[in-house]
């Protein structure tokens, strides 16, 4: 029998067959077999849910589905028992890092106050800082048993680690700005939350938008649907490739557009689907693409998609 050594309603841990994210490990469910006996059934969390349909090159109506997938035996493996001490990790350690709705592994090249370390992804060339909450040390599970084994006594009950991030919007609080109107669609604002008007409606001021007489920078009621933290800082890339996402500053805000043709310079011709201008860009002007997600950002990577 396929399987045997799960159970419908066990928390597990499933890695994705996708190369570029071969050895991503997305928290899931199972919750039945296939009709031929010979995958399991999965249920993802929603930012992994998410995740895929926003990157999957597949039709819409093909993606209804995208938190259940029927996955082979070999790609599952039991949650491991978290350990109780997080702040043993030491520069070199291989890790794994909640991230982007699943545990991505990488290597800790900063360790900082606070239980704060920078984690390097290999994957995608990027590295990004985490508490020691939000990561563990990367374990295989081979044969039955973890390795490097855990220590005796080490452990604890599993609990679902902290969001990547915490969307608190309150006074003095730096965000970016989306707007609906014509001509600014894909662009973000910088700006500070000035007050908190209700559960969903906040008083921003802009930080380079000016009023009309450019008297004083521009002040305006939003909702949470246009509003969202300022991107976390990526170490700096040395290229941007050709097709990749990003951001290009333009007219006082951050762009979503792609890189349409790599010059000398390096400068880049980037392409913006809101308005369909392309336009020329210096390499500093660019800064790597990022989602809110659910509370979680995602790197809009070519390492990321499907």
């Not at 599952?76 to 028992?81: A, G």
């Not at 084994?149 to 991030?165: C, D, F, H, I, Y």
């Not at 609080?173 to 000035?194: K, L, M, R, S, Y």
């Not at 951001?247 to 689907?273: Q, S």
């Amino acid at each position: 029998m396929v399987g045997s050594n799960f159970k419908i309603g066990d928390e597990v841990e499933v890695t994705s067959p996708i190369h570029n994210m071969r050895g991503t490990l997305f928290p899931a469910k199972i919750i039945g077999k296939s009709r031929d006996k010979t995958k399991l059934k999965v249920e993802y969390n929603k930012v992994k849910a998410k995740i895929d349909g926003k990157f999957s090159r597949r039709k819409r109506h093909q993606q209804r589905n995208e938190v259940e997938e029927e996955v082979d035996v070999a790609l599952i493996r039991p949650l491991p028992p978290q350990e109780n001490k997080y702040c043993c990790f030491k520069l070199g350690d291989v890790v794994d890092a909640f991230f982007c709705g699943g545990w991505w592994e990488g290597v800790i090249t900063d360790v900082m106050k606070d239980s704060t370390f920078g984690v390097y992804f290999r994957f995608a060339k990027e590295k990004f800082e985490f508490e020691s909450e939000e990561l563990r040390l990367h374990r295989e599970w081979v044969k039955g048993s973890w390795l490097p084994p855990l220590q005796q006594g080490g452990v604890s009950n599993t609990k679902e680690p902290k969001p990547r991030m915490k969307e608190d919007f309150v006074q003095g609080t730096q965000v970016e700005i989306c707007t609906d109107e014509d001509g600014f669609q894909g662009a973000w604002f910088a700006a500070n939350i000035v007050k908190v008007m209700g559960k969903d409606k906040f008083l921003i001021r802009y930080k380079s938008i000016k009023t009309d007489d450019g008297k004083e920078f521009l002040t305006e009621e939003v909702d949470a649907q246009h509003i969202r933290p300022c991107p976390p800082e990526t170490v700096v890339v040395e290229s941007f490739s050709l097709n990749e996402e990003v951001d290009a500053f333009y007219n006082d805000g951050w762009w979503e557009g792609v890189i349409r043709k790599v010059l000398r310079g390096p400068r880049y011709r980037v392409y913006f689907k809101g308005t369909k201008d392309e336009l020329l860009f210096e390499h500093s002007d660019l800064r790597p693409r990022q989602d809110w997600i659910d509370r979680t950002w995602v790197m809009a990577s070519q390492a990321l998609k499907h």
